[in-house]
């Protein structure tokens, strides 16, 4: 069946580092791959997404890259600021409504 | 703007006792979402809905219960029989269209007296 296995956190990183979270996907065909913010006591915000092989999404200076040939979505950030912050989640849509979450990986940067 | 309204955003239960959550939408989407989410761990579906008048359980359905009598609107009862209640509630919506991302409320927290 169709999944998504996100990497596991906590992830500590001082102010200005380089992000990678880690998301890969199981699913037959091709589905479309998404990237969630949390922050606390809050709902889930879209932070980007792809909907096909190859497609790069962008947004506040995220970026993932849907790579089929490692069915992989890995979240990166060149350099993250304090107010990055937050649970990031990784999502993978299918047909029929299916629609599947990571375990979310939780991102705590120091100034 | 368009989006989804979740209420109340905190809410208190007593033993024995049912309550409802609210959840209204104005994106004008087919299908709608209630997750569970626990401290520190990721989303549990409860149930959804394709469409009016019909849902489906999720993975942790027991002691829940759901209507879909509008479109805009998707409300959650948590019943006496959840025995654990306590927990942040997530209400979705999306588009029925795999491209398309599910949009969330602000959630609501619901704690036992």
């Known amino acids: 069946g169709n999944s998504v296995t996100q990497m596991e956190g906590p992830v500590t990183l001082s102010e200005e580092a380089f992000l990678t979270i880690n998301c890969t996907y199981t699913?037959?065909?091709?589905?479309?791959l998404f990237w969630y913010v949390q922050y606390p006591g809050e709902g889930l915000q879209l932070l980007l997404k792809a909907t096909k092989a190859d497609d790069k999404g962008s947004n506040k200076g995220f970026e993932a890259t849907y790579r089929k040939e490692t069915t992989s979505f890995h979240l990166e950030k060149g350099s993250v600021q304090v107010s990055d912050s937050a649970v990031y989640f990784c999502a993978l849509s299918w047909i029929g409504n299916q629609f599947y979450f990571g375990t979310g990986t939780s991102l705590t940067v120091i100034p | 703007d368009g989006g989804i309204t979740q209420s109340p955003k905190y809410l208190f239960r007593k033993e024995g006792q049912n309550v409802t959550l609210s959840c209204e939408q104005n994106?004008?989407?087919?299908?709608m979402y209630w997750y569970r989410q626990d401290p520190g761990q990721g989303l549990r579906l409860i149930y959804y809905?394709?469409?009016?008048?019909?849902?489906q359980k999720g993975d942790i359905a027991e002691g829940y219960s759901v209507s879909r009598e509008k479109k805009e609107s998707f409300p959650l009862t948590v019943t006496s029989a959840q025995k654990n209640p306590t927990a942040f509630y997530l209400c979705?919506?999306?588009?029925?269209?795999?491209?398309?991302?599910?949009?969330f409320g602000d959630g609501t927290r619901l704690s036992i007296l």
């Open positions: 994106l004008n989407h087919d299908a």
């Open positions: 809905s394709q469409i009016v008048n019909d849902f």
């Open positions: 979705a919506s999306r588009q029925d269209r795999v491209d398309q991302p599910q949009h």
């Open positions: 699913a037959t065909g091709y589905p479309s």
